[in-house]
């Protein structure tokens, strides 16, 4: 008995010795990678598909206001015609197209050379008289045409400003139209220093 106390106490001290070796950090078994999932992949650009002109939506055409038709339709400057309140005095107008300059062109009085004229800007009101080229396809079609030009001189002058001077402005109450001019008329409209600046002047909305 006495030799038996003494066995168990060296094998329960030395049990310990005989345990298998803790395993190292890299051989401690590792989880399997999920597999990929679809929402992994990034998606696949869509390929155009080529679309025939019959498949495709027509589209919209807008037709012409009736208020085009009738002035397309309208008599051109070389028929004479009338518009607006044509009573009373006028002024004999040719029309001048200068580039990169405001104005209308040169008006007169009936007897006068082109030489005593005046270079002017035209103001309209829509609901009385437009000005003779609203009714033509294009502006410069009335280049170099006559006309009797009804109203009066507005008592402002406007502001030309690429020659830096002020021009008379002519209300417009009506027009006759006479035809295309015989010849163009060779002057230049007012330049700088020819027009004398009119503080109280300003220029209105619808100048042309």
């Known amino acids: ?27 401690v078994a590792q989880p399997d990678p999920p597999e990929p999932s679809a929402n992994d992949f990034p998606a696949a650009e869509a390929t155009p598909v080529p679309t025939s002109p019959e498949s495709q939506p027509e589209e919209e055409i807008r037709k012409p206001t009736p208020e085009k038709v009738r002035r397309a339709t309208l008599p051109a400057a070389l028929t004479p015609a009338i518009h607006g309140r044509t009573e009373g005095p006028y002024l004999i107008g040719q ?46 079609d009335d280049r170099d045409y006559l006309y009797r030009l009804y109203g009066e001189f507005a008592p402002y002058r406007g ?3 690429q020659a830096d001077v002020w021009v008379d402005v002519f209300w417009i109450k009506g027009f006759v139209s006479l035809g295309p001019a015989k010849d163009p008329l060779r ?3 007012p330049h700088q220093g020819s027009s004398k600046p009119n503080r109280f002047a300003e220029r209105g909305a619808n100048v042309r």
């Open 187 to 189: 002057r230049d409209p």
């Open 1 to 27: 008995m006495g030799l038996l106390i003494p066995l168990l106490l060296f094998l329960a001290t030395t049990a310990p010795c005989f345990a298998p070796p803790l395993p190292t950090r890299s051989q």
């Open 95 to 140: 029309r001048t197209i200068v580039e990169d300059y405001c104005g209308w062109g040169w008006v007169r009085k009936e007897g006068e050379s082109w030489n005593q004229g005046r270079w002017i800007a035209i103001e309209y009101d829509p609901k009385v008289c437009p000005v003779p080229h609203s009714f033509l396809p294009r502006p410069q």
């Open 159 to 161: 502001y030309e400003p």
